[in-house]
């Protein structure tokens, strides 16, 4: 008896540091509370990504949604400009033409910084304003992940959302990854950071960091089925007709922007298909011209 309790325990304490906190499959009565940071500037498939998943999961695990900038109403994805722009470097060959695109939607903040519910996951997207929050010194983001960080079960950025976490301390001494179109603007900020190059996204401990924008639909791919178990994620995933990187260490794109340390050897090109089947590549059966 006392034997079985203590390897129930064991076996209790070694579930909880392997494979998160909960159980597999999730107790789908218990209400998973997801954050988003908003500010302006920020990228939209960062936020929309990831939450069009969540929103399909959520018909069958009863979460709420909090949407969480400084104040509440309309958030522009059109970053503010800077207050000197003429200090900003022209862009180089092979960048974007501009970091104020004009066109972008709004997505309304629900909550601020201190009325935002406790939170179960907590997802910081990047954009062309984290740029101009670090040029302005501001560090309300960081001061939020900061006070809620003991709360969360999973903290999660997203391209240059990056930024805030090695700013906010919270990346001290962990593996990471961002934007390698931005890898080396990101990546003065924090202390004791293992920045890691290859990496489609990066997982440690409950804090996840994935690569550049579009990055962030695998991470939430691999974060979820973890959550909620593999078979409520591949039903969603297929329904959305999305073929996820499921290897998160596949990552051309350290190639293409030239990130030190990026791994020249692999091949860049991955073979991705519908989650839940043994596929072919179309070009290994000639489909593809
Ligand atoms: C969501 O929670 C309600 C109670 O708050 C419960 O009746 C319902 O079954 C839950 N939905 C799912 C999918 O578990
Ligand atoms: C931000 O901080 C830097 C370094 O302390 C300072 O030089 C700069 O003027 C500050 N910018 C603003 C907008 O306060
Ligand atoms: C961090 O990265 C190193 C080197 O790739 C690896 O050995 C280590 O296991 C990683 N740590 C975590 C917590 O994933």
Redesign the pocket.
């Known amino acids: 008896m006392f034997l079985g309790t203590t390897t129930a325990v064991l076996l209790g304490l070694l579930l909880h540091s392997t494979a998160g906190v909960w159980a597999k499959p999730r107790d789908?009565?218990k209400?998973l509370s997801i954050g988003v940071v908003l500010f302006p500037g920020f990228q939209p498939l960062d936020v929309v990504g990831p939450l069009d998943m969540i929103f399909l999961l959520s018909g069958?695990?009863?979460m709420t949604l909090s949407t969480i900038w400084r104040e509440t109403g309309p958030i522009w994805a059109r970053a503010p400009e800077l207050a000197h722009p003429e200090a900003a470097p022209p862009p180089a060959e092979g960048t974007l033409p501009s970091t104020y695109p004009l066109v972008g939607p709004h997505i309304v903040a629900t909550h601020t910084f201190s009325n935002a519910p406790k939170l179960d996951i907590l997802l910081v997207p990047g954009g062309g304003g984290n740029v101009v929050l670090s040029e302005n010194n501001d560090t309300v983001i960081e001061d939020f992940l900061v006070a809620r960080f003991d709360e969360l079960e999973y903290l999660i950025s997203v391209c240059t959302g990056a930024v805030s976490l090695a700013k906010s301390g919270l990346l001290k001494g962990r593996n990471a990854t961002t934007s390698k179109y931005a890898w080396s603007w990101v990546t003065q900020f924090g202390h004791g950071v293992k920045w890691t190059p290859n990496a489609r996204w990066v997982e440690d401990g409950k804090v996840w960091t994935s690569s550049g924008v579009s990055s962030g639909l695998d991470m939430t791919y691999a974060l979820f089925k973890k959550i909620l178990g593999e078979k409520a994620v591949d039903v969603v995933v297929n329904a959305m007709e999305y073929t996820p990187h499921q290897n998160r260490h596949w990552d051309a794109f350290a190639v293409v922007h030239k990130v030190p340390g990026a791994d020249t050897t692999r091949p860049l090109g991955d073979c991705v298909g519908p989650v839940g089947y043994d596929f072919k590549c179309a070009r290994d059966i000639g489909k593809v011209h």
């Open positions: 789908t009565s209400v069958g695990q009863n």
